[in-house]
T-cell receptor, first 115, second 111 residues
Framework: SAVISQKPSRDICQRGTSLTIQCQVDSQVTMMFWYRQQPGQSLTLIATANQGSEATYESGFVIDKFPISRPNLTFSTLTVSNMSPEDSSIYLC????????????FGPGTRLTVL | GQQLNQSPQSMFIQEGEDVSMNCTSSSIFNTWLWYKQDPGEGPVLLIALYKAGELTSNGRLTAQFGITRKDSFLNISASIPSDVGIYFCAGPIQGAQKLVFGQGTRLTINP
């Protein structure tokens, strides 16, 4: 399976600021996704990061709040904009790989705390 | 939309005991995935199931794809301390590669 890294691993930010999270994969992948995991909760899909085109957002998530870039097949960024304490979560990127078409592999996550 | 209901939400067991957890849905899934998440880490894929009735093992872990395609279970035999963590079931949203996740089962083991 692909090796996925994320930067930063954690951050503490002030309300109203923005943070950009990077996701780097060691091989070219077609499908990349961004998830949010609120404290003590399960994972919720934010968007599909599409290479060369705008990301596809899930219901409840908008581009102005979570702009995503996907400049190539190994890299993507997620920005959490104008943060509030409710944005405190773990943000995870994932890629499709493995034997099956639906197997996803996750990065280590970015733990964000907003004060 | 498609949802996964996972139970139990938490389990407190003694080391050496067997563990069983399950995942159900009102919708049909073509794939069932089981993940484990350790504190401070991303989820790690344990087992993937692709056929109704399929029973697959990975070491002490065994998972089954329900015949109705609306459920799956995960068993852990002879639990050890490193089994502690949160276990998630997941499945692809119909017609897409996007995943929906269950609420998770938090496993705690008393030595």
């Amino acid at each position: 399976s692909a090796v996925i890294s994320q930067k930063p691993s954690r951050d503490i930010c002030q309300r109203g600021t923005s943070l950009t999270i990077q996701c780097q994969v060691d091989s070219q992948v077609t499908m990349m996704f961004w998830y949010r995991q609120q404290p003590g909760q399960s994972l919720t899909l934010i968007a599909t990061a599409n290479q060369g085109s705008e990301a596809t957002y899930e219901s409840g998530f908008v581009i102005d709040k979570f702009p995503i870039s996907r400049p190539n097949l190994t890299f993507s960024t997620l920005t959490v904009s104008n943060m509030s304490p409710e944005d405190s979560s773990i943000y995870l990127c994932s890629v499709v790989g493995g034997q099956g078409a639906n197997e996803q592999f996750f990065g280590p996550g970015t733990r964000l705390t907003v004060l | 939309g498609q949802q996964l209901n996972q139970s139990p939400q938490s389990m407190f067991i003694q080391e050496g005991e067997d563990v069983s957890m399950n995942c159900t849905s009102s919708s049909i899934f073509n794939t069932w995935l089981w993940y484990k998440q350790d504190p401070g880490e991303g989820p790690v894929l344990l087992i993937a199931l692709y056929k109704a009735g399929e029973l697959t093992s990975n070491g002490r872990l065994t998972a089954q794809f329900g015949i109705t395609r609306k459920d799956s279970f995960l068993n852990i035999s002879a639990s050890i301390p490193s089994d502690v963590g949160i276990y998630f079931c997941a499945g692809p949203i119909q017609g897409a590669q996007k995943l929906v996740f269950g609420q998770g089962t938090r496993l705690t083991i008393n030595p």
